[in-house]
């Protein structure tokens, strides 16, 4: 069975620990150690966990190694993020949300999961991501709540 290379944001390790996500959560990070996804994850997620409480962390310290992938920063994530923002797919005071679908894009992610639907899991946000990802070469990768990947054992 494929290993899905999933790009996770921050939401989703929070969400391990918030009532109306955390079974979902959780489950997700089962999966992730049952070898079912790979978690990618960026410097933007790193910066954003450091400010997170110590518990949101550890879900992301308690991974094995053998479960990440670390996308690192480059030019191409910044300036694809900087496409997103141009096309006013989100404004300025959400310049992480679109770094992250930029880290996935060029990370060329399987699928991009978070809790975040305003910014990230929105059918209006996701075809704007879609649309400039397409114009500047890159994937249309899909975007789904925890929810939606989960096993259903």
């Not at 996500?21 to 933007?44: I, N």
Request: net charge negative; aromatic share 10%.
């Amino acid at each position: 069975m494929k290993k899905f290379r999933v790009y996770v944001d921050t939401s989703v390790f929070g969400g391990c620990f918030d009532k109306e996500f955390q079974q979902h959560s959780l489950k997700f990070f089962d999966d992730v150690r049952q070898g079912r996804f790979l978690v990618l994850v960026s410097a933007t997620s790193f910066r954003e966990l450091e400010l997170a409480p110590a518990n949101v962390q550890s879900v992301l310290l308690k991974l094995p190694d053998t479960c990440l992938e670390v996308v690192e920063p480059a030019q191409e994530i910044f300036d694809l993020r900087d496409a997103y923002l141009a096309a006013g797919i989100v404004g300025p005071k959400s310049t992480l949300d679109a770094e992250h679908i930029a880290a996935a894009s060029v990370a060329v992610a399987d699928l991009i999961v978070s809790w975040n639907f305003k910014h990230i899991v929105h059918f209006d946000k996701i075809r704007g991501y879609h649309s400039v990802n397409l114009v500047k070469g890159y994937g249309m990768i899909p975007i789904h709540s925890p929810r939606e990947v989960v096993s259903n054992d």
